[in-house]
């Protein structure tokens, strides 16, 4: 028997609609909101109104009074019902400074959104009622809103720590060498960033529900989560309830973006109520209640310095961030801006790097991973900076960059911050992305608009990108101080009938895994894809799992599946030869049946074997009965998809709009599975990167008040604000894992966003505008167009 | 009070609160919870139905204002024959991912070509800005609606 290095059977790789489709158009998928749990109890949070307070007092009378209120709790009352504080899995330092987390706010609220009461009632509508009834009072203290303020220390958010500053975390491997670099460079370009806080909104809220059997001691957690492994682990330490006794399911999940990546107050808390209760407890959270009860995303400043010689030439490269934590630490909170530490010199071959973060804590709602996590942020940096270089060596924003590409016959590339990337071909994805945008020609038309005074600007903005995705190496997570592993399971089961049943610990919220997983197991076995089950997010069914983020679980999740069902094939292959009489090593599968190489006629198929192993009458000696394997993938190295996108957009001098009129993007993450779910993933992270460009800020007075609680003042990309992309791809696979697949989930809001802001920059850069800040609002581009002329405009 | 109404093409008498949002009428009192809720402002669309034949909020409107309507859910599309074009259109042109925004977006999309037959993508786009997807870019959804109308 070979077993095949590549996939082989033509299924991998074609455009297969999804067999997740038919359940969610139709209503008959279940969302967390949509289970019924009869003699459910339901909570309602009662929170924090003010970013930094004392609590002095709860009076609870009212809410108990409300018919159907079953209970209130303060963060006195479940003290004792922890285990232990929220968990965070990411201590970067050994030395971080880290506040305790309570589900509950014990004494203090941190910020807007904490939890201070939760009123336990019969159903929403009357928790709801309840919750109006607690009257809580405050000593207002001051609220420490900017980092700076933070960073300064004059007050301490958590009097314990004794600072703001929970930790710093340097990546210089060789001071002296980068000093040398700046003070010989000839451009030197210093450049300041600020990433806005941004709300991730999935269109599903999140939602919970606990379920106990008191009397045997089990508990079902359903939640709306990216990660119920992880959650089943971390919850089971937190609340105290044993491992094995925990069984946690995600329902249909509505989108997560790395928001669902936590161990949640309300997931905590339903759990904790439902052991005290003895019924089921259910929360659903409420999209004004999401703007600060859900973890925010990006909310850093960063300054970028370029050491280049005469040519542009980068010599160096140095970043140091200041980041925003806000108020405590969620699941990986400390971890983020290290998932993008390695990547601020981008895909251009830099001799010596350096990287420094702080990180301090803000009363603001706790910070993490939010769609791309750390790698958007740094894309950004080094994206727009090249620009800057561009423009201070005299070259076009293409030329820097292919000038600095690393050379294709580096690879795989020893990265100056120490990582390996392990394949690459820069330049072709910038070339094709410039003759899908008609660079030439739109760059043409810039200028005549500009000769002929047009108050319609145009701009073109190039970004290109490499990513570390597939998270991850355990080896390196553990250099990393990271709590767990990035390996992830599988078990591939051929039924007696020969339908096929596939385990995944890779938990889906959208992306496609069911059609996916399918398309890989077919491909090899020979079977139809609508014969095989993908079975998931349920850690009863799939007990081992690390679950979905960060673009890995194609390349370690699909990894795991593609070689489980390699050793499938090897055990049926030994029954197939004991069948055929022949050597097992003479055999061949190809389109579902086992045939003597070279032998016509000499065959039998899958399905003939996969019933003989279930009847187990006439089994090779020594060999198990049934057909099945379960691997544990633990991926070598990380992959690093690249690309490139141009976007063109036109500016309104009088308004201050900007408009997207064309988008170019050229991809490349390896082998496609299956293109059409490829495609999906670019066009909805394009678009979200975009709305970090020009519309999406949560927006926070100086009070620590979030302005942008709903979906009419936080601005989330509709129809009609976005346009139809061109899209292509480059095929460089990955040689770290066999299916040569590296990952697509992030890629286009890792590009999108510094691409719209080096064309917004493009488009004004003649009227004396170097700098724009996100989101490039009306009112900020006509304010920076003012500063630029004096305010003569 | 007392409501009676048609969902689906069934007759539906009921006793509601009188501020039960006709969203959590249909989800938590008939069961159909098809309809999603994505916001509390009437921002994203999510709940969009058919009442009387157009597209509605139903996080926007009482149960009790629904008293005598014809409504239609995204359970009351597809039949013994399949999907219902738009249905399999949103299929054939990848326009869900995680489908949560996918059964406001397919009944809004439907009383939009149904209203307006001749639109372009333009068209198309800003018919459906009052429903937010956060997914697909749209772009796989103004070509699924888009190869419904012709
Ligand atoms: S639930 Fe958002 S508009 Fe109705
Ligand atoms: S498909 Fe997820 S929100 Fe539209």
Known sequence: MTVTDNPTGGIIGQARLRKEDPALLTGEAKFMDDLVLPGALWVNCVRSPHAHATIDNIDTTAALAVEGVTAVYTGADLAEDWAGPLPCAWPVTDDMKSPDYWPVAQGKVCHVGDIVAVVVADSRYVAADGAEGVVVDYSLLPAVISIEDAESDQVVIHEGLGTNVSYEWPLIPDPEGVEAAFANATHHVTETYVHQRLIPAPMEPRGVAAVPAPHNGDMILYSSTQIPHILKVMAALTVGIPEHKMRVIAPAVGGGFGCKLGVYPEEILCLALAVRHGVPVRWTEGRTEAATATIQGRAQRQTIELAADENGKLLAVRATLLADMGAYFQLITPGVPLLGAFLFHGLYDVPLYSFTCKSVFTNLTPTDAYRGAGRPEATYAIERAMDVLALAVGVEPDEIRSLNFIPTEKFPYDSPAGLVFDSGDYQPALDRAKELINWEERRAEQAERQAAGSKMHLGLGISTYVEMCGLAPSRVLASLNYGAGGWESATVRILPTCKIQVVTGATPHGQGHETAWSMIVADRLGVDPDDVEVLHSDTAISPLGLDTYGSRSLSVGGTAIWMATERVVEKASLIAAHMLEANADDLELTNGVFNVKGTPGAEVPLAEVAFAAFTAHDLPEGLEPNLQAEVTWDPP??????????????????????????????????????????????????????????????????????????????????????????????????????????????????????????????????????????????????????????GAV | MEISLTVNGDTQSADVEPRTLLVHFLRDQLGLTGTNIGCDTSSCGACTILVDGQSAKSCNLLAVQADGAEITTIEGLAGADGLH????????????????????????????????????????????????????????????VLSVKK
């Open chain 1, 637 to 790: 190295n990380f992959t690093f998809p690249f690309g490139a996108h141009i976007a063109l957009v036109e500016i309104d001098e009088e308004t201050g709009e900007v408009e997207i009129i064309d988008y170019a993007a050229v991809d490349d993450c390896g082998n496609q599975v299956n293109p059409m779910i490829v495609e999906g993933q670019v066009h909805g992270g394009i678009v979200q990167g975009i709305g970090q460009a020009l519309w999406e800020e949560a927006i926070y007075d100086e009070d620590g008040q979030c302005r942008s609680t709903n979906l009419g003042d936080y601005l989330v990309p509709s129809a009609a604000e976005t346009i139809d992309m061109k899209l292509d791809y480059t095929v460089t696979p990955s040689p770290t894992n066999p299916l040569g697949v590296k990952g697509i989930g992030e890629a286009g809001t890792i590009a999108s966003t510094p691409a719209v802001m080096n064309a917004v920059v493009d488009a004004l850069r003649h009227l004396g505008v170097t700098e724009m800040a996100m989101p490039a609002s009306p009112m900020r581009v006509r304010r920076s167009i003012e500063n630029a002329q004096g």
């Open chain 2, 85 to 144: 074009p738009m249905q399999q259109a949103f299929h054939e042109s990848h326009a869900l991912q995680c489908g949560y925004c996918t059964p406001g977006m397919v009944m809004a999309s439907i009383s939009l070509v149904e209203e307006y037959p001749n639109l372009d993508a333009d068209g198309v786009r800003e018919g459906l800005e009052g429903n937010l997807c956060r997914c697909t870019g749209y772009q796989n959804i103004v070509k699924a």
